[in-house]
Structures are given as C-alpha cells and as structure tokens.
C-alpha cells in the first residue's frame, strides 16, 4: 500500500503543531495501524472484491451522543496518508467542540476503497480521543466554580501519551508531567528507599536544585514535615474528605495540593471544596469509555 506522507504533512503539520500534537510521532502511530490492517502488499480484499476502482464516494462522520470530540484532525491525517491529495475533507468541527448525537463532524470524499481502507483507523483515533475529552469535560464541569483543575497522569497506553494529553487538553483538562525526567514525583516507593518524605525531597533538591518536585503524602506528619522542609508542590494520596480539607488549612497557601487516589467523579465536588488545586485522575486515560463515533458512505 502506498502511503501520502509528505502530501499530508504539507495540509496538516503546521496546525498540528500550533495544537502541541507530534506530527512525526502521529504520522509513525498511523502507519502501524494501518499495516495491521494490511501487512507488506496485501490490500483491503473485501473492498477490491466489491468496489470498482473508480467508484468515488463521500463519507459522513458523526456523533452518536452527546459529548466533546478531539482527534478529528488526526482523523483526517489518516485519510491524507492513505489518499494524498485525492480525499476533500470539509465540515470539519475544531477539537473541543461539544457536540449532539446526529451531529456531523466531519466529511471526506474520495474513491470508495481508499476511504474504506482509512476508516477503522480514523474511527479508532478519534473516538479514543473525545472519549478522554469528553470525561475529562465531565470533571472540569463537575469543578466549575471551585478552584480545582483536573490533571491527567502517566496512566496511559503505551506509544499514545501525546496523543492521549492532547485530548485532555480539548477537554478543558491539565496536563501533568509528560514524563519521568520533565519534573520529579517522588511516590511511596522512592519514600521508603529514600528513608522519608523529607529525605527524598531533599535528595532530589541536591541532585537537580532547578527541577521541580511534587512529594506524595499519606498523612498530615509528612505533610508538616514537608512543609517545615520548603516543599511547594505536594500530593494528597487517599485521603479522606476531611483530611484533605486540614491538610488545606494546615498548608495555608505555603504549597501547592493536588489530590490523587482512586477518586470519582460523584465525589469530586466534595474534594473539590476542601480547596485544593488540582485533582487527578487516571482514569481520564487508563479506562475511559469510547465516544461513538460513527461513518456512514453516500455514493457520489
């Protein structure tokens, strides 16, 4: 099969860029799904079987309920690398955009078969993704008018984290580290080898004095401790409601607070009003419900 790269980075990187989605990285991820659909040369048979090769067709993505889409770029990237410059996509809805169910957010026209043969790939993308935006929508709607924001995590499928903090964006979300090197988290684990929560904050104080840390607490002694230890970024793991609503006060502004650990969305309102800053939550990424997302061919 062959593919349109630099036709499609010519339409799509720059707005993709300007979005803080890899290009690169995106366009590498397209193309293994697409090889596992078909491998070496092999072709989408059941499509060659029943469509003639000039058949042309125009094809409708749209919502099956209500939500927030993202990907849909990423969608047409899809069918750019599969077609080049033989697709047209119009009507596409920018990522963020909340939609109804019957909604069309997208159209792309071009010969039947090449349409055929991008649209499990397109769907698969971009309904993972506004299925991250749209729950993750549901949290920020859940805060409004508290000072809380929802971040994402490292819970993520592997090769999709940017992708997968790209749809947390569209959502309303915040993003936390990308990675193990862009800030330090010290967690339970790196207490205990480390010999404390103050121990380890300062560990990594004397190794990378610019860096900034987070250090996971799961009482209010090492939260104090901390404190006294000019900790500013500190994480409140599984803690009660009324917990976390001291440890708020006992941190009168000194530190940053995020809490973590298993929470849920019937109960975020209530963290949310301890105070705190920021609530995070894994399963933003790690298990989230796809949005469905549907494409119906009209023959041209």
């Known amino acids: ?66 939500g927030v889409v993202a990907g849909l770029g ?16 119009s ?34 993308l971009a309904s993972h993704l506004s299925g991250i935006a749209t729950a993750t929508a549901e949290w920020v709607e859940a805060l409004d008018g508290t000072r809380a924001r929802v971040l994402d995590t490292r819970k993520t499928l592997p090769g999709l984290r940017a992708l997968q903090k790209y749809a947390v964006r569209c959502g309303g979300g915040v993003n936390h580290r990308f990675g193990l090197s862009d800030r330090a988290m010290v967690k339970d684990n790196h207490v205990v080898a480390a010999g404390g929560v103050v121990p380890a904050f300062e560990a990594v104080r004397a190794s990378y004095p610019e860096m900034r840390v987070e250090v996971e607490v799961t009482d209010l002694d090492q939260l ?11 994480l409140l793991d599984n803690m009660s409601t009324e917990t976390m609503a001291e440890a708020v006060r006992l941190t009168a502004g000194r530190a940053t607070l995020e809490a973590s650990g298993g929470l849920t969305i019937e109960r975020a309102r209530d963290v949310a009003l301890t105070g705190v800053d920021f609530i995070s939550v894994g399963a933003l990424t790690h298990s989230v419900q796809v949005f469905d997302l549907g494409l119906d061919l009209i023959e041209e």
């Open 224 to 234: 104090r401790a901390l404190l006294e230890a000019g900790c500013t970024e500190i």
């Open 74 to 89: 990423i969608a047409e990237l899809v069918f750019r690398i599969v077609l080049g410059d033989d697709v047209v996509v």
């Open 1 to 66: 099969m062959k593919f349109y790269v630099e036709e499609a980075g010519r339409i799509l990187r720059e707005e993709m860029a300007t979005a803080g989605v890899p290009f690169e990285e995106t366009v590498d991820h397209i193309l293994r799904a697409l090889q596992e659909d078909c491998p070496g040369d092999t072709v989408d048979v059941t499509s060659v079987a029943t469509i003639p090769a000039e058949a042309r067709a125009e094809g409708v993505f749209a919502a099956r309920h209500a």
């Open 91 to 124: 009507g596409r809805l920018p990522d963020g955009a909340r939609v109804q169910a019957g909604d069309v957010v997208l159209r792309v026209a071009g010969p039947t078969r090449g349409l055929l043969t991008a649209e499990r790939t397109a769907l698969n």
